[in-house]
């Protein structure tokens, strides 16, 4: 059999269905795993697919059967596995053959890893979205590290990525360093932004209107045919239509309201600080998570306090809008984060070309996306909110979302993202704020100084205390 043209370590559920991606694209490639009976069996599952596969049952026969320069992808879990695999890789390679690491890396341990002296060797970080389905059948792809490893390796990516509606393929070059793995940090932010959203809604329907899991799911599917079409509120209607098939019950009212979470929204939050870049949404649907997690606590706090969503009534059309509105708000942010990560490290990120490799193949996919890239592609220095196709929507869709929230909340709803949202935006809204209250307390306790607005060069208050 010829050399292959690409390697793959990991053959779990992602990586399996990436390597059947790679195979079917007509690429040969060579895998390996750390039990080699998963190996014997994938290549023997392959069916024609086999004939593109080469199963190695060790790392040097991996190594051997790689065409140099060799490119080798892990698809294993983050953290202190890849450097543990990429150690053992590492004096098997020869200079020039690139590790690339299609895991979901924390960004900070792609930057170290691609600061490392690998003799040589080169390392890639890779976001790649979409999950098992992506995978194999196309995902998007959020490269980052050296220009010039990454276009060694962008045929591949691009064969395998999925295809947006004009037929671009979804994969690019994010930039240097860790920057595909920055990129799929924050497209995990606005996944789990997206939906907390969607579970806001679903709660002023459920607690709020009464409505049936069918009733939920009708509705959803409605919407998918409107603005907000996306993959997660076409699953959010497919999800609310499903049966358990144990009870017959409605899946969704037998799965336990406790969301679990691998860490990527969180480290968006937490870099979101570091940038002092405001993503309120994104941060309300991290906590939103860590409070679900705790259901012996909400259960005390119902017992103490009482029940607190109490029913509520409002026209389906509003809860249409504030999901609209919630969602512009939530990506304005998003992107102004990624510019205030360009410039803090020195990345030349194409905000256009993110929403571009956004529009298919990953979890947070929507027709939206699609506008989004042709507004940053007009002006990518301003907020998407500023963008007039943008400002028109949020003109219609503002006032339903004020209504929603206030409605919501009044009859007790927790509204963490829809409202922050809504309150980031009223902020952006207000020429002048409140925070000379702020500077002038700052002032008074410690001296801090504060600029005036009638420009005179005077700094500090008069206060008795000094
Ligand atoms: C994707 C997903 C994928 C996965 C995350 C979810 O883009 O395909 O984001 O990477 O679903 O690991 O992470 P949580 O477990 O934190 O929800």
């Known amino acids: 059999m010829e050399k292959a043209r690409i390697g793959l370590v990991g053959l779990g559920t992602m990586g399996a269905a990436l390597a059947a991606n790679i195979a079917e694209k007509g690429f040969t490639v060579a895998v390996w ?58 004096p098997l ?101 997206d939906m907390q959203m969607i579970a806001e809604v679903y709660g002023i329907m459920r607690d709020g209107m009464g409505w049936d899991a069918g009733r939920v799911g009708d509705t959803f599917t409605a919407w998918n045919g409107g603005v907000l079409r996306s ?67 909400r259960a005390s706090g119902e017992a103490r306090f009482g029940r607190a969503p109490q029913p509520v009534q409002m026209p389906p059309d509003d809860l249409e809008q504030a999901l609209i509105a919630g969602k512009i708000l939530c990506y304005a942010q998003g992107f102004a984060m990624i510019r205030a990560a360009g410039d803090a490290f020195g990345w030349t990120l194409d905000l256009p070309e993110i929403a571009r490799v956004w529009r298919a193949g990953c979890i947070i996919r929507s027709d939206m996306l699609g506008d989004m890239a042709a507004a940053l592609e007009q002006d990518g220095t301003r907020n998407l909110i500023f963008a007039p196709f943008f400002a028109g929507h949020l003109e219609t869709a503002l006032p339903a979302l004020r209504r ?15 409202s922050s949202g809504l309150a980031w935006f009223d902020l952006m809204r207000t020429a002048r704020g409140t925070a000379n209250m702020i500077q002038g307390l700052r002032d008074f306790f410690g001296w801090h100084g504060f600029d005036r607005l009638d420009g005179r060069d005077s700094h500090h208050g008069p206060w008795a205390v000094r």
């Not at 929603?404 to 993202?417: C, F, N, Q, R, S």
Request: overall charge negative; proline content about 6%.
């Open 33 to 90: 795993n750390r039990r080699p009976e998963v190996t014997r069996d994938f290549k023997a599952n392959a069916g024609a697919l086999a004939a593109n596969i080469i199963a190695c049952e060790t790392l040097p026969d991996l190594v051997e059967a790689i065409r140099p320069p060799r490119p080798i992808i892990l698809m294993i879990p983050a953290g202190d596995p890849v450097d543990e695999q990429s150690a053992a890789l590492r």
């Open 93 to 193: 390679l020869d200079a020039g053959d690139i590790i690339i690491d299609a895991g979901n890396a924390n960004f900070h341990d792609t930057n170290r890893r691609m600061a490392e002296d690998h003799g040589g060797v080169r390392f890639l970080g890779m976001g790649v979205s979409g999950g098992e389905e992506g995978a194999r059948h196309g995902p998007s792809i959020m490269g980052g590290g050296a220009r010039a490893d990454w276009d060694s390796v962008a045929d591949v990516m691009q064969a395998i990525a999925a295809k947006a509606e004009d037929g671009t393929p979804c994969a690019a070059w994010m930039g240097e360093g860790g920057a595909g793995h920055f990129v799929k940090s924050v497209h995990n932010g606005i996944e789990y932004a």
């Open 231 to 297: 993959f997660l509120i076409e699953i959010a209607g497919t999800v609310a239509h499903t049966a358990d098939p144990e009870t017959g019950q409605p899946i969704l009212d037998v799965i336990t309201d406790a969301a679990g979470q691998k860490g990527t929204g969180r480290w968006t939050a937490i870099e979101a600080q570091h940038l002092a870049a405001p993503i309120p949404v994104i941060e309300a649907a991290v906590m939103a998570r860590n409070v679900s997690a705790r259901r012996a606590e």
């Open 404 to 418: 929603v929230v206030t409605g919501g909340i009044a009859a007790g709803h927790a509204l963490p993202a829809l």
